[in-house]
């Protein structure tokens, strides 16, 4: 196990590079399945296609739906079916942004396979790592996975129409991210109603102007 992980930290720190001196920025969205992550990208879209340059990399099992509804908003997308491979490795996007043209693509948007325990475990040179957690999923998934929950720099609680459905403690959520993780930025939206929708944006947005900064 050591070396897979090793390996992957190679590939990982190449791709990290390569990004970097292209400019892009990257995000691995990683969220259990259901959570909205396909939403989620397409609202990141919509609000900022006409400044910005997206492509976005599906990791999924075995389906393209999701990379088809991309497709639908005339972004570049790209599939990856990992045949039964539960999280996406570093060597995975370095095949797959071959066929990317990077320079001209500001954002790159990975959305890992739905799972929350391995993908925690694989960079794959991303700047930033995003978790989304859903309401219905309940508060207590962070005591459950802490580990990739550690390492998130954004959480990103989605489906918050539905907190009065539900038991969903949200002041018991933050109580744990706290500690597990103090300089995680916790974001509450929904992707349905769009409503938290902007500061997510404004979160990518900052980001973006910062990479132009430096490169
Ligand atoms: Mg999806
Ligand atoms: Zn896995």
């Known amino acids: 196990m050591q070396d897979i992980f090793a ?3 190679g590939h990982a720190g190449e791709n990290a590079e390569l990004f ?3 400019g892009v920025f ?3 969205l990683m969220a259990s399945p259901g959570a909205g ?3 989620f990208i397409l609202g990141t879209i919509s609000g900022l296609r006409e400044r910005y340059k997206i492509a976005v990399i599906e990791g999924d099992l075995a389906s393209k739906v999701d990379s088809e509804r991309i497709r639908s908003q005339g972004v570049q997308s ?3 079916n990992t045949g039964g491979g539960c999280h996406l490795e570093a060597n995975m996007i370095k ?9 001209g693509i500001d954002l790159l948007i990975i959305e890992n396979v739905g799972n929350l325990v391995c993908p925690a475990d694989f ?4 700047s930033a790592r995003v978790v989304i957690l859903s309401v219905p999923e309940g508060d207590d998934k962070p005591l459950k996975y802490p580990f990739i929950f550690q390492r998130c720099d954004v959480l990103v609680v989605n489906k918050i129409d539905m907190l009065e459905l539900t038991d969903f403690n949200m002041k018991r959520l933050e109580d744990v991210m706290r500690n597990l993780n103090s300089d995680v930025k916790i974001l509450l939206l929904s992707c349905r109603t769009a409503s938290g929708l902007d500061a997510w944006i404004d979160w990518v947005e900052k980001e973006l102007n910062r990479e132009g900064d430096i490169g």
């Open 37 to 39: 992550k396909t939403s």
């Open 20 to 22: 970097k001196r292209k």
């Open 95 to 103: 095949q797959a942004i071959k066929h990317l043209d990077l320079d």
């Open 123 to 126: 960079s794959l040179g991303e």
């Open 7 to 9: 390996v992957n930290e």
């Open 78 to 80: 790209i599939q990856i």
């Open 26 to 28: 990257v995000i691995n």
